[in-house]
């Protein structure tokens, strides 16, 4: 069995992904390129006893050095050294795609053309003589079609015909005229090198200027940089022209006389589907409505399928946590084992993020489908105005409203699909901003505050609260582009805006299980790991001795009662123990809880039998039907739980009120007094940040009071703890701005690929929080604001702060220092000087 | 007034329950009792709860501290509906409810 | 024959011409090199964002967007 390894390298839009699926089948994985996050897709499969090994490149229009993806590709062929490079290229869009094969031949290493999308090409009435192409070229050139499924053998037979003919493989080089002394006195200077790669290539891609060829080359002879410079001086001289442009130019001109020789286009100048789609969807009047339309239905899918879907494996997932329930060691009354707390506490965890895969899923469909049919562009087409003013992208559109437009979004999702944003400066700010759109699992937590201190202007708190996001999140992308991120790379805003395809299914479904996959893989693993820490920090340094003997005097307390309570039934001989009992209750809430979970008829009678075959004396405690003498234990029975259940409550408070959480919750209050936050409150953020829902019910525990029966959290909330709506909106302001849960921090950390970052994401906006919320507390309590009014203020400021940015163009300072790369700084010059088409 | 701005806030006014859960249990005894909560094990404790009986809220109470609501069965059909705020609702019909 | 410089962005919708020199340096320039914007190409104009930026061109029969303020900096020869 021999081992081929193919480079699979294409111009974006050309349907690479389909013929790497159609070729590679199923067995393929999903890395990342060392240091960056750049996708690396690779795939293997079997043919004719080769085993091929097939990496994915990632899409670039060229082979220079100026963007992540082509550095990413360069190195790979750098480093790796493939057998065979595959080259697809677009069938309908030959003239382009032929310049990056020119780039691809040069390297020096055999490749193998694909002419892709040949049936597109052929209903545009584009007559492509391959063979000539093959002779014209001297390499084997295969028409496919991926998304056909046409194709996927013969590029196989290519590869390993390719492989097994490599001895016969001749240097292909492209005459540069004018350019060859210079060309060849490089190859000269870099005669003695150590490197594998073709040194013709490698010195024409040294005349290009290309960054990572020299670095490369540096390493053997350090004074080549000034060699290059000279060398291109030269010819500057000579021809007044500079070496870019002129191997640009010339590299067109070759694929023009190809195009010329080999193509025959019928319907020049027709109007094709896609043009006509663009008139009505890229329209003045229409893109913005059908833009907004699309969204809506991307959210309404995914958010009302999802939900459906939720229905079916919500069940599973509560099937999953009764079965880890029943292995661990059960409670003996009210003496629950650590083992079992810490169970259940890690499956709920577990539960909490598994239960957003079905909407995950359909989201990563949708985005999948949207990217395939050429829809992305079209959207940061439409939109980039607006979002470069605020240091963004016309690409942050997508994931802004995945994080949560309206009613709420998700930010893992969202900053997930900040991948393809070319510009570094702005997809940073991107995942840095969308953190702060609307999540959804705040909503609980702002139900419970507003129904407590703001009942007759919930709708109007609500609307604030909802539409409030978007505006702080470009603020804060403004802010932090135009500061810390100033120095960051930007790219160009070239981008292609690709014929309309019809998606593959195939293709949709493999990349929404990648996309699932990972955030199962990444984001699950380290959740958990970051539960138990949590669980730590709440269970420690645990109760002492003074308030564990008041809840033990009170389980005896509710023994005693039920006790009394069975005495006359004709059954007290198998209650009449503690044992007894607690194995009874045991019984019962495991029952209960089973039944919890099943909603149908048949569902319900098989965990009665399940029950009932469990141990069938007990089961007439649960079911006591018309046994008068049953029916009493049962009624104690009931009682006994709920007490029992408040007894444990009590004790979970006092532990989390001493625990070291709580601790830290008390330590930060003389900080956060400013913003009117005591330590109850302190902790109920702080367990927010592993759920944001168990803020709400951290809080409904922290200010329950046993007293009354029918006082609610929020209820005692306002009546108890001396709190005004001035303190909630202050609670309120904080959460907009609160730190993203644990799963938005890891797959920041993924997409910035540094902890730095991940850390910035989360104490930013607790910074932010804080102060905001402090200033807004004490101008009220200076003012005597009400709720209401201190929350239309901070709307209302935030609403003209955003306004005023996106309405007057600042310009960015973007340089720092003396002395720059290439890469940095130049472009962003220019962008400051031309400012037209600002102040239309 | 006010509907108008919730309509606008909550364009899309659908369930998104994802992280809500309600289930019911007749106890035999003419009463039903639902059990709330979130998908991460958080209590509902103080969430909102009311019965719908063609269309019309009947009775409109809040989770208890166990996070649970018993009520009497009421002789038409009806739903329960837990109600922890926009997009965090679950409806569950009362012919669903077994013993 | 007559002929004017002007750059690409004061074309206007429906608008042909040629490409005769760019402006611009490093990496813009070696990004609008690989997109195709060498000497004598020619580009027509297709439409404006609906915010009037971007802007939407044909060249080697493919559309691609460009903002105005890289436009400025691409001097096209017009035919009068």
Known sequence: MKHIKVALAGQPNCGKSTIFNLVSGIEQHIAN?????????????????????????PGTYSFSSYSLEERVAKEFIIDEKPD?????????????????????????????????????????????????????LNCPVIEASGSKGIGGKDIMKGIVDTVTH?????????????????IHNI?????????????????IKALEGDSSIISHLKTEFNDIDEYIKNQEKLFHEKYDKDAPSFLASYRYESADIIHHNAIKEKNLGKATLTDKADKIILNRFLALPILILFMFLVYEISIVGGYKLTDYTWPILAAFKNLVIDILPAADFIDVPMITDFGI?????GNALMNYLPIFFILFALIAIMEDVGYMPRMAFILDRVFKRFGLHGQSTLPLVLGGAMVGGCAVPGVMATKGIADDRARMATILSVPYMNCLAKVPFYTLLLGAFFKPDMAIMMFFIS?????????????????????????????????YHLPTFKGVIIRAFQRVWLYIKKVVTIVLAVAIVLFAMLQFPGLDENAMKVYEAQGTKALQTFDKKVKSSSYYNEVDTKQKVSTLLNYYDGYRAKRMVTSSREGAEDVDNEYREIN???????????????????????????????????????????????????????????????WKINVAFLSSFAARESAVATLGSIYENNKADDMRAEEAMALNSGYTPLHAVAIIIFMILTPPCIATMIVVKMQTNSYKWMLFAIFFPVFLGIIISSVIFSLGSFNNWSGVEAMIYFYITVVLIALIIGLFPTKNINWKGGIQSKAKGQYNVYENNFNIGENR | MKKILIGLAFLASSVFAHTAIMSCFDNGDGTITCEGGFSDGSSASGVKFHILEDGKKTFETKMNEDSEVTFKKPIGSYSAVFDAGEGHQVHVKGSEITE | MNSK??????????????????????????KLLDMGFVNNVEIEVIREAPLFDPMELKLHNYNLSIRKSEALLIEMDVKE
């Open chain 1, 33 to 57: 390129y060392p240091g960056v996050t750049v996708d690396k897709k690779v795939g293997y499969f079997k043919y004719d006893n080769y085993k091929i090994e097939m990496v994915d490149l």
């Open chain 1, 84 to 136: 065979v490079i595959v080259n697809i290229v677009d069938a309908s869009n030959i003239k382009r795609n032929l310049y990056l094969t020119f780039q691809l031949l040069e390297i020096g290493i055999p490749v193998i053309v694909v002419l892709n999308m040949m049936d597109v090409a052929k209903r545009r009435g584009i007559e492509i003589d391959s063979k000539k192409i093959s002779k014209m």
């Open chain 1, 166 to 182: 490599a001895h016969q493989y001749e240097e292909f080089k492209i005459n540069y005229e004018e350019l060859e002394p210079h």
């Open chain 1, 187 to 203: 190859e000269e200077k870099i005669e003695s090198t150590q490197s594998v790669l073709n040194k013709r290539w490698l010195a």
């Open chain 1, 345 to 349: 506490w890690m499956v709920n965890s």
């Open chain 1, 467 to 499: 539409t409030i996001t978007l505006f702080i999140a470009m603020i804060v992308a403004r802010i932090i582009t135009a500061t810390i991120l100033s120095t960051r790379e930007t790219a160009p805003f070239l981008m292609e805006l690709p014929p």
């Open chain 1, 616 to 678: 069938p004396s007990s089961f007439k405690f649960i079911k006591p039907k018309r046994d008068k003498e049953a029916k009493k234990v049962n009624k104690a029975l009931r009682t006994l739980s709920t007490q029992r259940k408040r007894i444990l409550r009590g004790m979970k408070n006092d532990k989390v009120e001493s625990s070291l959480l709580g601790m830290a919750g008390r330590s930060i209050e003389p900080l956060t007094r400013y913003a009117g936050f005591d």
């Open chain 3, 5 to 30: 410089m002007r750059t690409l962005a004061s074309l206007e919708k429906g608008e042909k011409a040629k490409v005769n020199k760019l402006y611009a340096k490093g990496k813009l320039l070696q």
